[in-house]
């Protein structure tokens, strides 16, 4: 590889993980916003104008408290928990797409970290390893309720990680691959041959079930049960204080980031967006292309913030007869009625 | 037996029907709901820069009022501090001197006034007592303070400012 892609490639990973920290950041602020607007109140408005300044209030706040580690806590583990919890948490984004290739003097400049072929294993994989920085935060802090909070968090994870991966096979008998860079481009524009073009037209209930899943896997409300204030005081980080506790909470929302990346690329086209094909320059087309995914993110996020206020949490049987019950039948009904329409169909 | 009322209603449990189940519909009809309030005017009032109108029979802050030339009008007969039932106001009284008359209405006046804002519970039973409708409680809401001491006002923030000045 010439220096000059390796600079190419270091340049887009560093611009990613500041743009994933950035949402993350202000997802924390959009949450308390549009916490406040659901519920007829004006949310965070005194540090800078209309409150803009308040994640980085909240960030100094973190830094600056003083930080505890329980005596009886595992002090190595203790701290591995929440470092896990937040690389996890960020190097999901490299295989993303982000955009169509950009041309800049005859250099074709790819705006995706790396498109390995096994893209959609390589997020499975990240996302089973992100349970284990709240399982090892949990059991390290030495009390029942980090336990409590840490067990359901790994049961509920292994529950909804079966009929995520069931609900992507469907998704993988229409696209017949694991790249996502390739996923993405098979849904080029908004409309081919006579029907939709993206994922989930294709693929409705399979991506019903993606989501509900994501919002399990996200540690989201309505399954937010790893760290439910009611029954638990604070789940898994009850032990926990100063950036600490601050990591745990940023990598729930750097989770969100990349979970709602993901489901836009693989059902809401990723980067395509409807009559893109009417502009000619490619440039300007794949620039666009960023803002249309970003836009599908944040309205993926805003999604999973609207939920989270409106429905409450589900009790813990609940929550498992879902998963077992109704989600991985469905997902299995799911494979089956994909592969009878496509044998009917082509 | 017939109930007295005749309002009684049974109730019968229903096994719920296969939406109701799937859950979703009722998920859609919270997620509506929410909706239509993310779009509704807020309540909030933003307190230090706004502040709600008191109603017209608000009890606030004391004042202890002048009459029409600005002479203090209270004369130190102490009915407020005795209808207080909660024994929160105290006054020393003095007697006019010569060359006074423009500063107190009475011969006798109240040299030391104190109310303790800690102790008042804002009845109002001074003002009714009050025969020289001299105190009313008319102003704003007390402030917040750091000691107890703070908190006994004293002439100086009670008596209204003088007239044209």
Same mark, same amino acid.
């Given at each position: ?18 743009? =994933?920290?950035?949402? @993350? ?47 009886? @806590? ?18 999901? =984004?490299?295989?993303? +797409? ?68 069931? =609900? ?23 409309? @081919? ?28 409300? +309505?399954?937010?049960? +790893? ?14 204080? =100063? ?42 087309? @794949? ?41 991985? +039948? ?17 | 037996?017939? !109930? ?27 997620? !509506? ?49 005795? !209808? ?82």
């Amino acid at each position: 590889m010439e220096l000059i892609d390796l600079l190419i490639k270091i340049a887009l990973i560093v611009v990613i993980f500041a743009i =994933s920290l950035v949402v @993350a950041m202000y997802s924390t602020y959009a949450e308390r916003k549009i916490a406040a607007f659901f519920q007829d109140r004006v949310g965070p408005n005194r540090a800078g104008p209309w409150g803009i300044l308040q994640p980085l209030a909240d960030g100094g706040k973190m830094f600056l408290k003083e930080e505890i580690i329980p005596t009886n @806590a595992t002090g190595f583990l203790f701290i591995v928990g929440p470092s896990l919890a937040i690389l996890t948490a960020c190097i999901g =984004s490299a295989v993303i +797409p982000w955009g169509q290739n950009l041309e800049i003097g005859g250099r074709v400049i790819p705006l995706q970290v790396t498109d390995i072929n096994v893209g959609i294993l390589y997020i499975f994989g990240v996302v089973s390893l992100g349970v284990y920085g709240i399982m090892i935060g949990g059991w390290a802090s030495n009390n029942k309720y980090s336990l409590l909070g840490a067990i359901r968090a790994a049961s509920q994870n292994i529950s909804y990680e079966i009929s995520m991966g069931l =609900s992507i096979i469907a998704l993988l008998m229409v696209t017949g691959t694991l790249s996502l860079g390739e996923i993405a481009k098979q849904q080029h524009g908004f409309w @081919a041959d006579g029907y939709f073009s993206w994922n989930v037209f294709k693929q409705p209930l399979g991506f019903l079930l993606f989501i509900v899943c994501a919002f399990a896997e996200t540690n989201r409300s +309505p399954f937010d049960l +790893p760290e439910c204030e009611t029954e638990l005081v604070g789940g898994y980080h009850t032990e926990y204080s =100063s950036m600490k506790l601050g990591f745990y909470l940023f990598a729930e929302y750097i989770n969100m980031f990349i979970s709602s990346a993901v489901m836009a690329t693989l059902y809401f086209g990723g980067y395509n967006f409807p009559f893109m094909d009417l502009i000619h320059s490619p440039n300007l087309v @794949a620039i666009l292309g960023v803002v249309a995914l970003f836009a599908k993110i944040f309205l993926f996020i805003f999604f999973f913030m609207w939920v989270r206020w409106t429905i409450p949490r589900f009790r813990y049987d609940q929550l498992m007869d879902l998963g077992w019950k109704t989600l991985i +039948p469905l997902a299995i009904a799911n494979i089956v009625l994909t592969g009878i329409f496509m044998t009917i169909f082509k | 037996m017939e !109930s007295l009322s005749n309002k009684k209603k049974q109730l019968e449990v229903k096994p719920l029907n296969f939406w109701e189940r799937a859950y979703l519909p009722a998920i859609a009809k919270g997620l !509506s709901i929410t909706m239509s309030h993310f779009f509704k005017k807020p309540v909030t009032i933003k307190y230090p820069e706004e502040k709600r109108e008191f109603s017209e029979n608000f009890r606030g802050m004391h004042s202890l009022k002048r009459d029409e030339q600005g002479r203090e009008r209270c004369t130190a007969c102490g009915l407020c501090a005795l !209808s207080c039932p909660a024994e929160a106001i105290t006054m020393q009284a003095a007697e006019r001197q010569k060359g006074e008359e423009n500063l107190y209405r009475e011969e006798k006046y109240a040299a030391v006034y104190e109310i303790n804002m800690l102790r008042c519970i804002f009845c109002g039973l001074c003002e009714e007592a009050c025969p020289k409708e001299a105190i009313y409680l008319d102003g704003d809401i007390v402030p917040s303070d750091y000691l107890r001491k703070d908190f006994i006002y004293g002439k100086d923030k009670l008596v209204e400012a003088p007239l044209n000045q």
